[in-house]
Structure formats: structure tokens, C-alpha cells
């Protein structure tokens, strides 16, 4: 754990613009989820384009897992709390995601992989994002990296506040991932009653926070556990200030938007409708890695 020496002291906070509870919905082979960014979010929510949180420790609703399907002009990162998880890809990837582990996946120009659980019993917890590719990168070649809990930048203020960086920096701590385009921040805080966390977030990129224990208040507005919160890109405002009713832990995302257009068919995410037909057309006709 590292210890934290940069201060940050923001200006104007965003507000809450509205707040979204999620749907549930079974995916893979039956895996329960609750799906809190769908795709009518993905251009106010630009670069992201889904936010998947699941927790429960009944193996009936994670069991069954997500058999192979392919994947491609995106990137997807995992997130597990609590629970083992096995990747295997056709691009020859395979590792474990294992209790406060991140698997970072850049599908590219095509990928076909299988998500199993290596449990059948107990809790398992955690999100998957689904985080977009500007077109010039959407037909890279698939890349992987699995990130165990070791390995994610972790720190804790003087007030108590912990801090995971999965990706972007805060408070002079780079995260585990850094990309250029989308210039991503992804951030699991734990936050002790009371206390008020900060976080800068640049002018123009679209922002989220996800509270997934307590609740949480930003600019006078509550949200609670199990809700996803879209901030506002109010002018002036150069961060979030985040305070915690109770102890709260809370993940907060912001990204710099592509602006470029978004064609979507399930598992691919391209810019046009011809990108998504080649993408079926080639997934059919086994051309992905």
C-alpha cells in the first residue's frame, strides 16, 4: 500500500445530473447482472459503453458463466471484488482473475474468449466495462493483461479515504492502465462516515459515479447503494467532491468522449453499419484471431 503525497483541492464540483438504478438481466449462460449503463447512456456516456456490476453468493445465478463468444472494436476490463473468474482467449490469453484482480482486454480487430468461473460456492463480485476504441484502433490486434490485486495502485489519505487506481492518476498515483484516446479514470474509493473525497476530472470529459456499499452524497443530492449517478458537465466545475453518509465504497469513472458515431450488433461496436456486417461476416467465417 502506497502512501499518498500529492494533495488535491478542487474548485467547483459537478452535480448529479440524474440518477439510474440499473436493470437486471441474464447473460452468458445465465449469469445474473445487474446492468447499470445500457446502451441509450453510451453517447451521453461516451467512451463508455456498459456497465455490468454482479454480486451474489447463490452459485445459481454465476455458475453456468460466459461460454466463448467473440468480442470486437472495444476494450473490456473486469473487475472482480470477490470470487475467481478463468479467462482463455483465441488469441492464445489465458489467466485468473482472482479477489481484487483486474483483467484489462483489448478485443481490436477480433477476439473470440470464454469468462468460467473457477468456484461453485461462495460470493462472487465485481463489474465488467466495456470502454470504447476510437476507429483508428478498432481493428488493432487483440491485446491482454491480467492485473492481480498486488498490482493495482492503492493508497490511503491521512482521512481515511482508500484508494484503488485501476487506470488514469490521483493524487500523484498513476493507476495500473493509462490510454492515450480515451484517457480513462477508473477509481474504487473507500470512504469512512462523514469524510469528503476529491477528485479532479478534466473540462469535457463525461463522468460517472457507481456506489456499490452505503451512500453517498454529491452537491446535496443522495445516492445510494446499487445506483449509478451521471455527473453533470457543468462549465467551471474541475472535479467531484464525494461525501459518505455512512461508510461508503464507491467506483467513479470519467473518460474523454471519442465523438465519433457508434454502431453497435450485440458483441461488436464499430462506427458504421458495413464495419458491423464485415464483423459478422468475418466472425462467421472464422477470421478473428
Given at each position: ?5 500529492a494533495?488535491i483541492?478542487?474548485?467547483?464540483t ?25 446502451g ?28 466463448e ?13 470477490k ?8 488469441a ?24 468460467m ?21 478498432k ?7 491480467d ?19 485501476i487506470?488514469?492518476?490521483t ?14 479514470l ?13 477528485q ?7 463522468a460517472?459515479?457507481y456506489?456499490?456499499?452505503?451512500e ?6 443522495g ?11 457543468a ?23 471519442l ?31
Amino acid at each position: 500500500m502506497n502512501t499518498a503525497v500529492a494533495t488535491i483541492q478542487i474548485q467547483k464540483t459537478r452535480g448529479i445530473e440524474r440518477i439510474i438504478n440499473g436493470q437486471f438481466v441474464m447473460e452468458g449462460a445465465g449469469v445474473k447482472i445487474n446492468r447499470v449503463l445500457t446502451g441509450p447512456l453510451q453517447r451521453r456516456l461516451d467512451p463508455f459503453l456498459m456497465l455490468d456490476a454482479f454480486a451474489s453468493d447463490k452459485p445459481g445465478d454465476y455458475i453456468a458463466g460466459f461460454p466463448e463468444h467473440p468480442h470486437r472494436g472495444f476494450e473490456t476490463i473486469t473487475y472482480m471484488l470477490k470470487g475467481s473468474m478463468r479467462h482463455r482467449d483465441s488469441a492464445g490469453h489465458e489467466g485468473l482473475i482472482t479477489d481484487g484482480g483486474v483483467q484489462w482486454m483489448t478485443a481490436g480487430r477480433g477476439v473470440i474468449h470464454s469468462e468460467m468461473p473457477e468456484q461453485n460456492e461462495g460470493l462472487m463480485e465485481g463489474f465488467q466495462l466495456w470502454l470504447n476504441l476510437p476507429a483508428k484502433d478498432k481493428m488493432i490486434e487483440p491485446w491482454y493483461r491480467d492485473i492481480p490485486l498486488e498490482e493495482v495502485p492503492r493508497f490511503t489519505l491521512d482521512d481515511g479515504v482508500t484508494v484503488q487506481v485501476i487506470a488514469g492518476s490521483t493524487h500523484g498515483v498513476d493507476g495500473a492502465v493509462q490510454r492515450a484516446h480515451t484517457e480513462p479514470l477508473y477509481l474504487d474509493l473507500e470512504i469512512p462516515a462523514g469524510v469528503t473525497f476529491e477528485q479532479p476530472i478534466p473540462a469535457g470529459h463525461n463522468a460517472f459515479v457507481y456506489v456499490f456499499r452505503g451512500e453517498a452524497v454529491v452537491e446535496g443530492k443522495g445516492v445510494g447503494s446499487g445506483r449509478m449517478a451521471i455527473l453533470d458537465n457543468a462549465a467551471g466545475a474541475d472535479g467531484v467532491r464525494i461525501k459518505a453518509v455512512e461508510n461508503t465504497r464507491v467506483l467513479v469513472l470519467a473518460g474523454r468522449p471519442l465523438n465519433e458515431p457508434i454502431a453497435q450488433y450485440g458483441p461488436f461496436v464499430m462506427n458504421t453499419q458495413a464495419e458491423l456486417q464485415q464483423a459478422v461476416e468475418d466472425f462467421r467465417a472464422g477470421r478473428f484471431a
